[in-house]
């Protein structure tokens, strides 16, 4: 599984382009766009080395993968950018090849999702301590798109989303709804007009609006952690139970996570119910 760049063409690996000059046949997602891009590297493949296996004909392709590996060919997947199976196809073809017994190997490399988190600048802090959850694309329809954004609202890590040009404005303003929360914006990522801000959800659609351009291209989109609430007390019922059984840290990490509450507040107040 070869991860290709998602922009940039220096974002390849050497290990990557060692692979990709070896392998007997290429698995693609699509075989015009893999056929320029190794060729953008010097490597030349013939049409009959190249094997087209994209999310129409993924289980099938993997059969003809599996029959080539077999043969003891060398097979290498790319999909058209990033790393596969993450919001492109791969996984099945990955499965099937481990169902029948062969192996698999990884090739790490570019990944829009966690180019996105490095330039959030979100430092770990209570219940989140860095973790996220990746989602991807939103429901196309509004009324599914709406009803996933307020199981956005619940969530308390980093949320990574992507989204297409044609579909970026009705996601501002389903993210609108989130209000203050801060949202980091990547869009064209690697690219000549790599664009990246941080702003607030309700904030995003007239970002957007500032600039055509800004409509124009691939993003991806970081919904930064939901802060807690200062004001609001934190309930100390789950806490004691916790530290009836466990030592003090491993019972504020179990309590943060459970409750959602910032993990320096429920500290104090474990220290607090342990002095009493």
């Known amino acids: 599984m070869v991860a290709t760049p998602i922009g940039n063409l220096a974002d390849i690996t050497l290990r990557a382009l060692h692979l990709l000059q070896i ?5 693609c997602e699509d075989t015009r766009h893999s056929q320029t891009l190794l060729r ?13 296996v994209h999310q129409h004909n993924e289980s099938e392709a993997a059969q003809i993968v ?14 058209d950018a990033g790393t596969p199976a993450i919001s492109d ?15 698999v190997i990884p090739l790490p490399g570019a990944s829009s999702v966690t180019t996105a988190l490095s330039v959030a600048g979100i430092a770990p802090e209570g219940v989140q301590e860095g973790s996220f959850v990746f989602i991807g694309f939103l429901p196309n329809k509004s009324g599914e798109r709406t009803t996933a954004v307020e199981a956005l609202r619940l969530e308390a890590r980093s949320v990574v989303l992507l989204e297409a040009p044609h579909r970026i404005e009705a996601l501002a303003t389903a993210l609108a709804t989130l209000g203050s929360r801060t949202v980091t914006v990547g869009r064209e990522l690697t690219k000549q007009f790599e664009e990246i801000a941080s702003i607030s959800a309700e904030g995003l659609p007239a970002w957007l609006a500032e600039d055509a351009n800004r409509l124009r291209g691939e993003f991806v989109l970081v919904l930064h952690p939901r802060p807690g609430d200062p004001s609001v007390e934190p309930d100390d019922r789950i806490l004691k139970l916790l530290l009836a059984e466990l ?13 959602g509450q910032p993990r320096n507040v429920l500290y104090e107040l474990a220290l607090r119910l342990k002095k009493d």
């Open 89 to 103: 196809p791969g996984a099945r073809l990955v499965a099937a090849v481990r169902l029948a017994g062969l192996p």
């Open 23 to 27: 392998a007997d046949s290429v698995a």
């Open 40 to 52: 953008a590297y010097g490597i030349d493949k013939t049409a009959a080395q190249l094997l087209a």
């Open 247 to 259: 030592p003090l840290k491993t019972a504020v990490k179990l309590s943060a996570e459970i409750t």
């Open 66 to 79: 599996i029959e080539r590996l077999r043969q003891g060919q060398r097979v290498a997947y790319a999909s």
